[in-house]
């Protein structure tokens, strides 16, 4: 069964508002976990890292004041698009690792109007 | 970071077919994954591969970690209808770094099987 979860699955938010996805892992405790990005038809492009107890790490080219990150708990990251536009329309997939394997989430279709 | 090229971009084939992709780099990777991904859903891991030369199977699937850890390919046999979907290689994102950690991942392969 599913190991990491994410909510919402999909959200539709307005331009210039902020919306909040939330990744779990369940049933086991993830000191790291991963957020990455899919445009459609593309591959997926890490974003940053999220590190439970310190600040997340961030891909070049990532604006860490837009997408903000919060490992609240070991089994809890959020990712937080600020001040979303419609180019921020994409699907965003967590991931955490278990037992030397990296499990990713189902995703989160955002679309930005 | 390092690059993975992906090929074919997308094949189209009949049920009963095999069908075979492959990825390269520029860089050598220490560990080569191979993933699925179905439409709207998160990419689940088929095989990884940890050395070079290993040939690995899941079932219908074989993967094999080029000689030159410069490539890798997968081939899938005897293709059913619930093959269709999105296959990505990946690689840990920087060199030494591992499958459980920063990952890189191809451009996919976009696999259609007509019944």
């Known amino acids: 069964g599913a190991v990491v979860s994410q909510h919402p699955s999909w959200v539709i938010c307005k331009s210039g508002t902020s919306v909040k996805i939330e990744c779990r892992s369940l049933?086991?405790?993830?000191?790291?976990m991963f957020w990455y990005r899919q445009f459609p038809k593309q591959s997926l492009m890490l974003m940053a890292t999220?590190?439970?107890?310190?600040?997340?790490?961030?891909e070049q080219g990532v604006e860490k004041d837009k997408f903000l990150i919060n490992h609240a708990s070991l089994t809890l990251s959020t990712l937080t698009v600020t001040s979303a536009h419609p180019e921020d329309s994409s699907f965003y997939i967590c991931s955490a690792t278990r037992a030397q394997e990296q499990y990713f989430g189902p995703g989160t279709r955002l679309t930005v109007t | 970071g390092q690059q993975l090229n992906q090929s074919p971009q997308s094949m189209f084939i009949q049920e009963g077919e095999d069908v075979s992709m492959n990825c390269t780099s520029s860089?050598?990777?220490?560990?080569w994954l191979w993933y699925k991904q179905d439409p709207g859903e998160g990419p689940v891991l088929l095989i990884a591969?940890?050395?070079?030369?290993e040939l690995t199977s899941n079932g219908r699937l074989t993967a094999q970690f080029g000689i030159t850890r410069k490539d890798s390919f997968l081939n899938i046999s005897a293709s059913i209808p619930s093959d269709v979907g999105i296959y990505f290689c990946a690689g840990p994102i920087n060199a030494g770094g591992t499958s459980y950690g920063k990952l890189t991942f191809g451009q996919g392969t976009i696999l259609t099987v007509h019944p």
């Open positions: 999220s590190n439970e107890g310190s600040k997340a790490t961030y």
């Open positions: 049933d086991f405790q993830a000191t790291t």
């Open positions: 591969l940890y050395k070079a030369g």
């Open positions: 860089s050598i990777f220490n560990t």
